[in-house]
């Protein structure tokens, strides 16, 4: 009996049991409510090659450049513990200044003026000096995380209209919508392999520098880590400069996907969904220890729920709404006091068991 407690302790207090029962009975729900919501259908895209269709498609094409953010904004919360709100606004800044690269000073050019790649390279380096200019802010300013990104949560949209010029850039070549689409002969979404690429990426990081190490170590205790030989401000100003790379990820496929931008629209609210998901992996939201795939995981939980509330056709204005009430019940299932509680009540009840036994 105490070995089973144990292990359905082990289970209950893995970090990965809330983002998987949530996984769980969205599964469910959608196999009674609609069973076809799992079907895979192949179907001919718009350049005449075969991929596949279906909702469980949409789930981890699109809840890719989700789980890319959520990786950049799951260490930015471990260091500094707080959110970076502006990463819907800089994913417009990267991908306006990917496009201007690409375009020159003509919106709609015949040929590009750069590779793909250069105009990527562009947008990387214009996604990290963002980064940087946050990371200033909280390193060296002490300015609290979500009032430092405000700056450019507010001003980020109007600075990419600027880039180009309050025009809307389009781009005609084919290879350009590989990236945020399918790549010819391939059925499944290029997005999914850009995001394996990045969690390959991080868990490298992980492996081969003391990058997770440093971080935790800042966000249990920024004091105790500079006596220790760690510079606090440094690492919090790596973070979001890393953060930056992330964003420029999930910009290339944003712009990619249409082969334009729409500087209002674009990324609207993923911030929310980024915080959300690093929340639902039940990582703190005050910084310290962090668990990525936990949020990685938490990411296409939410693209999930995002997607079935709109198979049920609930009208997108009150998605937030509708999203909002499922993910706080979840989040405050998962928080610290509510799992201390429920491992009180347990102890209490194995506890009234061992005296009801002994008599």
Same mark, same amino acid.
């Given at each position: 009996?105490?070995?089973?407690?144990?292990?359905?302790?082990?289970?209950?207090?893995?970090?990965?049991?809330?983002?998987?029962?949530?996984?769980?009975?969205? %599964?469910?729900?959608?196999? %009674?409510?609609?069973?076809?919501?799992?079907?895979?259908? %192949?179907?001919?895209?718009?350049?005449?090659?075969?991929?596949?269709?279906?909702?469980?498609?949409?789930?981890?094409?699109?809840?890719?450049?989700?789980?890319?953010?959520?990786?950049?904004?799951?260490?930015?919360?471990?260091?500094?513990?707080?959110?970076?709100?502006?990463?819907?606004?800089?994913?417009?800044?990267?991908?306006?200044?990917?496009?201007?690269?690409?375009?020159?000073?003509?919106?709609?050019?015949?040929?590009?003026?750069?590779?793909?790649?250069?105009?990527?390279?562009?947008?990387?380096?214009?996604?990290?000096?963002?980064?940087?200019?946050?990371?200033?802010?909280?390193?060296?300013?002490?300015?609290?995380?979500?009032?430092?990104?405000?700056?450019?949560?507010?001003?980020?949209?109007?600075?990419?209209?600027?880039?180009?010029?309050?025009?809307?850039?389009?781009?005609?070549?084919?290879?350009?919508?590989y990236i945020?689409?399918?790549?010819?002969?391939?059925?499944?979404?290029?997005?999914?392999?850009?995001?394996?690429?990045?969690?390959?990426?991080?868990?490298?990081?992980?492996?081969?520098?003391?990058?997770?190490?440093?971080?935790?170590?800042?966000?249990?205790?920024?004091?105790?880590?500079?006596?220790?030989?760690?510079?606090?401000?440094?690492?919090?100003?790596?973070?979001?400069?890393?953060?930056?790379?992330?964003?420029?990820?999930?910009?290339?496929?944003?712009?990619?996907?249409?082969?334009?931008?729409?500087?209002?629209?674009?990324?609207?609210?993923?911030?929310?969904?980024?915080?959300?998901?690093?929340?639902?992996?039940?990582?703190?939201?005050?910084?310290?220890?962090?668990?990525?795939?936990?949020?990685?995981?938490?990411?296409?939980? %939410?693209?999930?729920?995002?997607?079935?509330?709109?198979?049920?056709?609930?009208?997108?204005?009150?998605?937030?709404?509708?999203?909002?009430?499922?993910?706080?019940?979840?989040?405050?299932?998962?928080?610290?006091i509510v799992?201390?509680?429920?491992s009180r009540?347990?102890?209490?009840?194995?506890?009234?068991?061992?005296?009801?036994?002994?008599?």
């Open positions: 009996m105490n070995k089973e407690t144990n292990i359905f302790k082990k289970i209950v207090g893995n970090q990965l049991f809330i983002p998987l029962v949530a996984l769980l009975i969205l %599964i469910v729900f959608n196999l %009674i409510n609609d069973p076809s919501f799992f079907a895979l259908t %192949i179907q001919n895209n718009i350049y005449g090659y075969p991929v596949l269709s279906g909702s469980i498609v949409s789930i981890i094409d699109f809840g890719s450049e989700l789980a890319i953010l959520a990786i950049g904004m799951t260490i930015v919360t471990a260091a500094s513990g707080g959110q970076d709100i502006s990463v819907g606004a800089v994913i417009a800044i990267s991908g306006s200044t990917m496009l201007r690269a690409l375009c020159g000073t003509n919106p709609q050019p015949e040929t590009l003026r750069t590779s793909i790649f250069v105009a990527f390279l562009v947008g990387v380096i214009a996604a990290m000096i963002c980064g940087a200019f946050n990371g200033l802010l909280v390193a060296f300013f002490k300015i609290p995380p979500m009032v430092a990104t405000l700056i450019l949560y507010t001003a980020g949209r109007s600075i990419a209209a600027w880039i180009n010029e309050n025009r809307l850039p389009m781009i005609y070549e084919p290879k350009f919508g945020g689409n399918f790549i010819p002969g391939i059925p499944i979404p290029t997005p999914v392999f850009i995001a394996a690429a990045c969690m390959l990426v991080i868990a490298l990081l992980h492996k081969f520098t003391n990058l997770k190490l440093y971080t935790q170590a800042v966000g249990i205790n920024e004091e105790s880590s500079r006596l220790n030989g760690i510079n606090p401000k440094l690492i919090k100003f790596s973070v979001f400069v890393i953060l930056g790379v992330f964003v420029a990820v999930a910009a290339l496929i944003k712009v990619t996907r249409i082969s334009t931008i729409t500087y209002s629209v674009i990324a609207k609210d993923i911030e929310m969904d980024a915080i959300l998901a690093v929340a639902l992996g039940g990582n703190s939201l005050s910084g310290g220890k962090y668990n990525v795939w936990a949020s990685v995981l938490g990411a296409y939980v %939410i693209q999930f729920l995002t997607t079935t509330l709109y198979k049920l056709q609930v009208r997108s204005d009150a998605l937030p709404a509708y999203k909002a009430v499922v993910v706080i019940i979840l989040v405050v299932i998962s928080s610290p799992r201390d509680k429920f009540i347990s102890k209490n009840l194995k506890s009234k068991k061992t005296e009801n036994g002994g008599v």
